[in-house]
Structure formats: structure tokens, C-alpha cells
Nanobody, 121 residues
Framework: QVQLVESGGGLVQPGGSLRLSCAASESIYSIGDMGWYRQAPGYQRELVVTITSAGSTNYANSVKGRFTVSRDNAKGTVYLQMDSLKPEDTAVYYC???????????????WGQGTQVTVSS
């Protein structure tokens, strides 16, 4: 079964940067929309950004101008560059992909395991 493997989380000071990566564990047929979501303690999971197969993006207002999403279809990977990090960005970050594993197969949502991002002095 294909899994999404996340990396890049960690502890940074306010104003710092992190780059998150999320890669499919094996080759897949095609990928539709990708996205990043986050869940902070005591809060519901929220959208951070989505990116379509054509490259169109939709950012949450709270991260606009600070975060940048990109994708590499050949590698089955989505990235999240996070700059000017704030304490309120502290959360577990989850990647998401809409995946078709084989030709004419169903399109299913896949989720990463989550990676912790902590922004603190």
C-alpha cells in the first residue's frame, strides 16, 4: 500500500524557516490535488494550502506571503516552504494527495503521518 512519508518538521525560533516534504513511498499512476493541513493543540484540523495538478494554489489567509507550496509530480512529492514562522504556526502538519494508483483506477485521498512544527523562543 502506498504511504505518504513526511519530513522536515522541528523546533525553530520565531522568524525562522522550515521546509516540509511529503513523498509517496512508491510510484503511482497520477496525482490530482495536493495540500497541507495542520492541527494545533485544542483546535480542529485546518487547511494551510492546496495546489492543483495545474499548479493553482489556495492559501489560508494566516499563511499568505509566508508559506510557499510546490510539487514534483515525477517524484510524487509536495513541499511546503515556511518562512517568517510565528508561534501560532505551531501544529502537527499533515500532507494530503488525491491519488490514482493505476490506469482507470479509483481516485483516493492519502494522508501523511504528520510532522510536528514548533515555533518557540
Amino acid at each position: 500500500q502506498v504511504q505518504l512519508v513526511e519530513s522536515g518538521g522541528g523546533l525553530v525560533q520565531p522568524g525562522g524557516s522550515l521546509r516540509l516534504s511529503c513523498a509517496a513511498s512508491e510510484s503511482i499512476y497520477s496525482i490530482g490535488d495536493m495540500g497541507w493541513y495542520r492541527q494545533a493543540p485544542g483546535y480542529q484540523r485546518e487547511l494551510v494550502v492546496t495546489i492543483t495538478s495545474a499548479g493553482s494554489t489556495n492559501y489560508a489567509n494566516s499563511v499568505k506571503g509566508r508559506f510557499t507550496v510546490s510539487r514534483d509530480n515525477a517524484k510524487g512529492t509536495v513541499y511546503l516552504q515556511m518562512d517568517s514562522l510565528k508561534p501560532e504556526d505551531t501544529a502537527v502538519y499533515y500532507c494530503n494527495m488525491r491519488v490514482r494508483l493505476y490506469r482507470n483506477g479509483p481516485i483516493d485521498d492519502y494522508w501523511g503521518q504528520g510532522t510536528q512544527v514548533t515555533v518557540s523562543s
